[in-house]
C-alpha cells in the first residue's frame, strides 16, 4: 500500500479514509527538519497551511508522487519544483464556499443591525435602542463583484431575503446572472453601475493586478452615498486607509472586513482606529473556519488522494505532470508563453467571452502537435484573470459552464517567425488578437497586438497606449508617468500598415487608474490600458 504522511492539525476524519487503502503517518506538529526526515520515503503528502513544502522537500523525497492541500492556497508549496520532479498538486476549491457565502450574509445582517454594537453595549450594562437603530436588507440593491460559486450563493440567498442584486463579472454572461431570479431581481450590469447604485456592495474576487484596491479613493466617490462594504475575500481589494477615509467623510456608512492586506493586522491599521469603530465590523479571517469547512476540505483531499492511488487521476490537480510525455514534451516549452497570451488577451479585451481561437504555425505543428495542453494552458491564463483556484483541469470545466468555445487550428509555413502561438478572443463586443512567439528556451515575445507589430517581453507591469503618429506622443505619455512616479523599464513603438502606431511600456510599478485617464486624455491618445504578465 502506499504511504500518506498528513502533518497539520488536519481533521481525523481524512486519516480514517486514507487508512482504508493507504499507510498512514500522522505527525500534526513537524517541524520542517522533521518534515524533511519523515519525507524521505512516502508515497503522498497532506498538508494544510502550517508545513512548507519547499523545493528541499521535493529533493529528498524520493517516491513522492502526489502532494495534496487541505484549502484553496498552495503559496506554501512550490510548484515549480513540484513540476520539476513530476509530482502532483492538488487542493480543494470548494471546500469551504458554504463557510465563505454564510460568513458574508452574516457580516450584511451584523452590519445592517448593528448586531456586534448591541452585543457589546449590553454586556456593559447599557440598554442602548435609541443609537443601534439599523436598516433592513429587503429592497435594498447589491452590487455583487464577482459571480463564482461563493457569489452565486450569497446572490441566491439576498435574492430570497427581496434584495435586488446587481453583478459584475466579465466572465458571466447576462443569462447565468438571469437565471438567479426567474422573477426578475438579478441582472449583469458594468462595474460602473455597481458605484451609482449599489446600497451594499460584496466582493467574490481574487487578489490580482486587476482587483488589488479595486475599491479605492476614486471608485469610492463614485459609490452611493451610505453604501456599506463587506469583504469575505481577500485583503487588499478594499484600499484600508482610503475607506478610513470615506467612512469618516460619511462616503461610506459602513464596511464589514473579515480579510486584510497585512494578517493579523497590527495597532495602526487605519480601520482599528477610535473614531469610525462604530461604522466597522471586523472578523478574524473567519470565512472558512466552520467545523464542516475544515472537514470538508480534509475529506476532498483524502478522498483525491485515494482517487489518485486508484485509477491515476487526479480531479483538482493544480498542475500538469499527468499529462502523457509524449502529449506534453513537444509543447512543454510553449505551455508559459500560452497561459501568458491567454492572461494577456483577456486583459485587452471588452465583454464577455463567447469563443476562445488557439492557432499555431510554423515549427510548432510540424510533427502533427497536439494542442491540447496549450489550448488547457491559454485557458487557464484566460480565467486566472479574476477567478482564483484556476487550473490545468477545472479550466476546460468553467469554459463549458459559461458556454465558451474553443478551437484550434494549425497553419503550415513559417512566415516571420519560426514558431508563432496566436490567441483570439472573440466576447460580445469584438475580437481581440495577440501572437506570442518562443525565441529560445524560456525566453517568448509578444510580437503582435492587434495588428501592431511588437517584441514586447511579458513582465508583471505593462501599458500599452494606442495614438497617432505624430511628434511629442512618447513624451506626454512618459512625464505623465514620471509625475506618478513610475519608471519606465523599456519602451517601445509598434505600428500597423494603417498608420496607426501603439506604445508598449514595461514599468517598474503599477499604474494606477487616475494615472489611466490622465494619460487617455492626452489628445492624440486612446484609451491607455495596464496589463499583467
Not at 487542493?91 to 448593528?114: D, Y
Request: glycine letters at 8%.
Amino acid at each position: 500500500m502506499p504511504t500518506v504522511l498528513v502533518t497539520d492539525q488536519i481533521n481525523l476524519a481524512a486519516v480514517e479514509i486514507l487508512e482504508e487503502t493507504c499507510t498512514v503517518i500522522y505527525e500534526p506538529n513537524l517541524s520542517h527538519e522533521a518534515l524533511l526526515e519523515k519525507v524521505k520515503t512516502v508515497d503522498a503528502l497532506m498538508v494544510r497551511s502550517a508545513s512548507t513544502v519547499s523545493a528541499d522537500v521535493f529533493d529528498v523525497a524520493e517516491n513522492l508522487k502526489i502532494v495534496g492541500r487541505a484549502g484553496v492556497g498552495v503559496d506554501n508549496i512550490d510548484l515549480a519544483a513540484a513540476n520539476q520532479k513530476g509530482v502532483v498538486v492538488v487542493n480543494s476549491p470548494e471546500g469551504n464556499t458554504v463557510a465563505a457565502a454564510e460568513h458574508t450574509i452574516g457580516l450584511l445582517f451584523a452590519l445592517a443591525r448593528h448586531i456586534p454594537r448591541g452585543d457589546a453595549s449590553l454586556k456593559q450594562g447599557k440598554w442602548d435602542r435609541k443609537n443601534l437603530t439599523g436598516i433592513e436588507l429587503f429592497g435594498k440593491t447589491l452590487g455583487l463583484i464577482g459571480l463564482g460559486k461563493i457569489g452565486s450563493r450569497v446572490a441566491k440567498a439576498c435574492i430570497t431575503l427581496g434584495m435586488k442584486v446587481i453583478v459584475y463579472d466579465p466572465f458571466v454572461s447576462a443569462s447565468v446572472v438571469e437565471a438567479l431570479a426567474p422573477n426578475g431581481g438579478a441582472s449583469l450590469v458594468p462595474l460602473e453601475t455597481i458605484w451609482a447604485k449599489a446600497d451594499f456592495i460584496t466582493v467574490h474576487v481574487p487578489k490580482t493586478k486587476e482587483t488589488t484596491h479595486l475599491i479605492n479613493e476614486t471608485t469610492l466617490k463614485l459609490c452611493k452615498k451610505g453604501v456599506r462594504f463587506v469583504n469575505c475575500a481577500r485583503g487588499g481589494i478594499i484600499h484600508e486607509a482610503q475607506l478610513a477615509d470615506a467612512l469618516r467623510a460619511g462616503i461610506v456608512a459602513g464596511a464589514a472586513l473579515d480579510v486584510f492586506e497585512q494578517e493579523p493586522p497590527d495597532a495602526s491599521n487605519p480601520l482599528l482606529a477610535t473614531d469610525i469603530a462604530d461604522k466597522v465590523v471586523l472578523t478574524p479571517h473567519l470565512g472558512a473556519s466552520t467545523e464542516e469547512a475544515q472537514v470538508n476540505v480534509a475529506l476532498d483531499v483524502a478522498e483525491q488522494l485515494q482517487e489518485f492511488f486508484q485509477t491515476g487521476t487526479a480531479r483538482s490537480a493544480i498542475n500538469m505532470p499527468l499529462l502523457r510525455s509524449s502529449l506534453l514534451d513537444p509543447v512543454r516549452p510553449y505551455m508559459p508563453l500560452a497561459e501568458v497570451l491567454g492572461k494577456l488577451v483577456r486583459q485587452l479585451a471588452e465583454g464577455v467571452t463567447e469563443l476562445v481561437e488557439i492557432t499555431a504555425k510554423g515549427t510548432l505543428v510540424e510533427k502533427e502537435t497536439n494542442l491540447a495542453p496549450l489550448s488547457l494552458a491559454v485557458l487557464k491564463g484566460l480565467f486566472s484573470v479574476n477567478r482564483e483556484g484556476v487550473n490545468y483541469v477545472n479550466a476546460p470545466v468553467l469554459a463549458k459552464e459559461l458556454g465558451i468555445s474553443v478551437k484550434e487550428s494549425k497553419t503550415i509555413g513559417q512566415g516571420s517567425f519560426p514558431n508563432l502561438l496566436s490567441v483570439t478572443l472573440k466576447t460580445n463586443k469584438g475580437s481581440f488578437k495577440l501572437s506570442g512567439t518562443l525565441m529560445s528556451a524560456n525566453i517568448y515575445r509578444i510580437v503582435e497586438i492587434e495588428g501592431f507589430k511588437a517584441s514586447l517581453r511579458p513582465t508583471p507591469h505593462m501599458m500599452i497606449v494606442p495614438h497617432e503618429d505624430k511628434p511629442g506622443m512618447v513624451a506626454k505619455v512618459a512625464t505623465i508617468l514620471g509625475n506618478y512616479h513610475i519608471n519606465i523599464s523599456s519602451l517601445q513603438v509598434g505600428e500597423r500598415p494603417t498608420g496607426d502606431s501603439i506604445m508598449l511600456f514595461n514599468l517598474d510599478s503599477a499604474v494606477p487608474e487616475p494615472a489611466l485617464l490622465e494619460i487617455g486624455q492626452v489628445d492624440g491618445c486612446s484609451q491607455a490600458k495596464a496589463l499583467a504578465g
